[in-house]
Nanobody, 126 residues
Framework: QLVESGGDLVQPGGSLRLSCAAS????????IAWFRQAPGKRREGVSC????????WYSDSVKGRFTIARDIVKNTVSLQMNNLKPEDTAVYYC?????????????????????WGPGTQVTVSS
C-alpha cells in the first residue's frame, strides 16, 4: 500500500515536499514514480526513481525544480517541489512498479505500475 501526503495550497514560487509512505512492502525494492493529473487533463508522469537509485527521471516541465529521493529508513519516497507554478496544480499520485520496469531514460511507463496511492492535492495559486 502507498499513501501520499504533503499536498497543500501554496503561492507561485513557493515550495512543497510530498511524501509517499509504503506499508506492507519495502519501497527500496521497487521502482517508484510520481504522476499528476490536473482537471480535464490526462495523467502524466512527473518523476521516477529506479531500484538502488540508478536512474532518476524528470519530465521537462519539472526538471530543475523537482527532486525525487528515497528514505530507506522511513520507507518513503519524497518529491521536493520548488519554484512552484500555477500549472503544477494537480492531484499527485505515487505508484510502484517491479524492479527494472516503469522508469526509462525517456520517462515513465504507467501501465507497468500496479500499486497506486489515493493521491494528494497540490494547488498553486495567489
Amino acid at each position: 500500500q502507498l499513501v501520499e501526503s504533503g499536498g497543500d495550497l501554496v503561492q507561485p514560487g513557493g515550495s512543497l515536499r510530498l511524501s509517499c509512505a509504503a506499508s506492507g512492502m519495502e519501497s527500496r525494492l521497487y521502482t517508484i514514480a510520481w504522476f499528476r493529473q490536473a482537471p480535464g487533463k490526462r495523467r502524466e508522469g512527473v518523476s521516477c526513481i529506479t531500484v538502488s537509485d540508478t536512474r532518476r527521471w524528470y519530465s521537462d516541465s519539472v526538471k530543475g525544480r523537482f527532486t525525487i529521493a528515497r528514505d530507506i529508513v522511513k520507507n518513503t519516497v519524497s518529491l521536493q517541489m520548488n519554484n512552484l507554478k500555477p500549472e503544477d496544480t494537480a492531484v499527485y499520485y505515487c505508484a510502484s512498479a517491479d524492479a527494472g520496469y516503469g522508469c526509462t531514460v525517456t520517462g515513465t511507463r504507467s501501465a507497468e505500475y500496479d500499486v497506486w496511492g489515493p493521491g494528494t492535492q497540490v494547488t498553486v495559486s495567489s
